[in-house]
């Protein structure tokens, strides 16, 4: 028999393993594929971003990521230098993730966490809720849309081929997703920016072989400008060392790589390398992110520059806005626009990451174009230092840009989106380094502390939330509006004067995702016209704000 379920995803990244979660918390079954086992041998990921660790907030995985195997009393500074025995330009100081506090528009801060730690508590999660069936070592021969179901054809590591019926199918499966070339989307943007092998290796005890303070990253500059970075991949004893090469694609074997990390290290030392790896650099979205019942997402829709740690991110940021809109419509409360929305929303944010990671990209290769004079490698003169002070302070300023980003992480809109409701105001500017909260419809929902460990963001997540900061205000024809269709609503008083000014508004209706659909003083619009706009049951229709 052929087996049927709501949804079925390809691809067991964190992405799609997010996506399962999300669905099994919601109360949907899923079925997700991996053609590889669950081991990580080059993790492509470290930084779990701020709203990330808000939806693992929601989920309830926080102390899992906090405990799954990154040794959080590690100092997380990033300097480049010439080489580790050798001249420091600069220094970004940052904590230990143990001793970071979160800032003031959020409950959470943002946590290293690399893949092979991070997917395994994702893994466990989207088990937890028992509505997510994951199969390692399978893959995804073929699909057909049928328009009111898709069928996949699957083979299992024992070579025996199968059918899956779905309502739906979601592709998490990478940069060379199957499923977007099934669909015949395409990617644009710039293709190759670099090709850079990776080697992971294990040496305990590396920072007593060398004179430069501990770091996370460090960023070595030679003669020819920016060559290669080093990062603590568990603040223990591995490392992961990136030799970064150009647009021309060649083989990096074990003995240059090894030749290579005594350069960097500035001395010959003994170690074990645990794997290399090349990878293609390139910066590209997909042209589309659905064709009928079938999605796409994550890396698989868009591939970015790591250097900003955007991307892991951005494809979490994917699985729950889709999650919930495909949960709508299995349910029977949610329309085909809100679908048709998931693109329309996020593939604007990934535009925008996409560009922000690789301006930081040639920001970090600035010093190819511009190399630093041949002197600040000479001697240690005077005039030496001076030079080096001027081009490590130049350096500096140009990569500050990578490494404060919370507006990347929290500033994102779904500006004009269909399933969003304007109430005519302008949209502020959208920044990189700076994030001033807002309850604008389609903005992310404020954080506001109501009392020490609970957070407005707490509220949200499986339904509506419609918060009323006015409890003079009658809901009840909202309330009734929203139960007609079956769309799940919880109202939710606050009493908090600073809560309300951040809102804007006496009435907030904040969507699964946490995303404000609409907000205002009062319900004079149509209570029945709001929630079928806001569900995607109709497509475009006027509502007074």
């Known amino acids: 028999m052929t087996d049927r379920v709501p949804v079925l995803i390809v691809g067991g990244g964190p992405v799609g393993l997010a996506l399962a979660g999300d669905l099994g918390w919601r109360g949907v079954d899923s079925l997700l594929v991996e053609a590889r086992d669950d081991t990580i041998f080059q993790p492509k990921m470290d930084m779990v971003g701020i709203r990330t660790m808000e939806f693992c907030r929601r989920w309830g995985i926080v102390d899992d990521v906090y405990s799954a195997g990154y040794n959080r009393q590690y100092i997380q500074d990033c300097a480049w230098v010439t080489d580790l025995n050798g001249y ?3 220094r970004e100081k940052f904590p230990p993730p143990a001793d970071e506090q979160p800032p003031q ?6 946590e290293r966490c690399p893949q092979n730690f991070f997917d395994p508590v994702l893994t466990r999660f989207a088990r937890q809720t028992e509505r997510s069936d994951i199969r390692y070592r399978t893959q995804l021969l073929s699909f057909q849309d049928h328009g009111d179901h898709v069928t996949a054809v699957l083979r299992d590591q024992d070579e025996h081929e199968y059918e899956v019926e779905a309502d739906y199918l979601v592709g998490c499966d990478g940069g060379g997703s199957t499923v977007r070339a099934g669909l015949g989307i395409a990617m644009s943007g710039e293709g190759t920016l670099t090709y850079t092998s990776n080697a992971v290796f294990r040496r305990a005890g590396l920072e007593d072989l060398h004179s430069t303070e501990p770091a996370y990253r460090y960023i070595f500059i030679g003669p020819e400008g920016t060559w290669a970075t080093l990062v603590a991949i568990n603040g223990r004893d591995q490392w992961r060392f990136s030799l970064i090469g150009d647009e021309s694609h060649r083989e990096v074997g074990e003995d240059e790589m090894r030749k290579a990390i005594f350069r960097a290290i500035g001395q010959e030392f003994d170690f074990e390398f645990l794997s290399i790896l090349p990878w293609e650099r390139r910066q ?3 042209d589309s992110y659905r064709k009928g019942r079938v999605f796409i997402a994550g890396d698989a829709a868009h591939l970015t520059s790591p250097t900003g740690g955007f991307g892991m991110n951005t494809g979490i940021l994917d699985a729950v806005n889709l999650s919930w809109k495909l949960a709508a419509n299995l349910q029977g409360w949610g329309g085909e626009a809100l679908l048709d929305s998931y693109e329309y929303e996020q593939r604007p944010v990934a535009i925008r990451n996409v560009t922000e990671a690789g301006g930081n990209l040639k920001r970090m290769l600035g010093p190819r174009v511009a190399k630093p004079s041949a002197e600040v490698f000479e001697d240690d003169s005077p005039q030496t230092e001076a030079a080096r002070r001027e081009y490590g302070d ?6 500050k840009r990578e490494w404060f980003s919370i507006g990347i992480h929290l500033g ?10 304007s109430d005519g105001s ?3 500017p959208v920044e990189v380094q700076r994030y001033v909260p807002t309850g604008r419809p389609g903005h992310r929902a404020p954080h506001a502390w109501l009392d020490t460990d609970r957070s407005l963001l707490d509220e ?5 939330v419609a918060v009323r900061f006015d409890p003079s205000v009658d809901l009840r024809k909202l309330t009734a509006a929203a139960e007609s269709i079956a769309m799940p609503l919880r109202i939710v008083d606050v009493d908090s004067a600073p809560a309300a000014e951040l809102y804007g508004a006496k009435i907030a209706l904040v969507r699964p995702d946490g995303t404000v659909a609409w907000r205002g003083d009062d319900l004079t619009v149509d209570p029945d016209l709001l929630v079928d706009r806001v569900t995607g049951r109709i497509r475009e229709r006027a509502l007074a704000a």
């Open 460 to 464: 949200y997540g499986r339904e509506f």
């Open 394 to 399: 130049a350096y500096t300023e140009a990569m």
């Open 284 to 286: 590209l979205v997909a």
């Open 412 to 421: 994102y809109v779904y500006e004009g989106s269909p399933v969003v409701v």
């Open 88 to 90: 420091e330009f600069g």
């Open 105 to 110: 528009q959020s409950p959470q801060h943002r």
């Open 426 to 428: 302008p949209m502020p």
